[in-house]
């Protein structure tokens, strides 16, 4: 992910592979939205 530049993803929570994936990689948390703006409860991680 570092050679891409990539800083940041959105996970949906709901997805507990998904978050586990990314936190295997050392992304964080750093946001959540709130489901009513998208319909479904996003984490927005970062390095």
């Known amino acids: 992910m570092q050679n891409y530049g990539i800083r940041e993803v959105t ?3 709901q997805n ?3 978050v586990g ?5 050392d992304f964080k948390t750093y ?3 709130d489901p ?3 319909g479904w409860i996003p984490d927005n ?3």
């Open 11 to 13: 996970v949906n929570e």
């Open 16 to 18: 507990p592979q998904a």
């Open 21 to 25: 994936f990314y936190e295997h990689l």
């Open 31 to 33: 946001k959540r939205t």
């Open 36 to 38: 009513a703006e998208g």
């Open 45 to 47: 991680r970062t390095e």
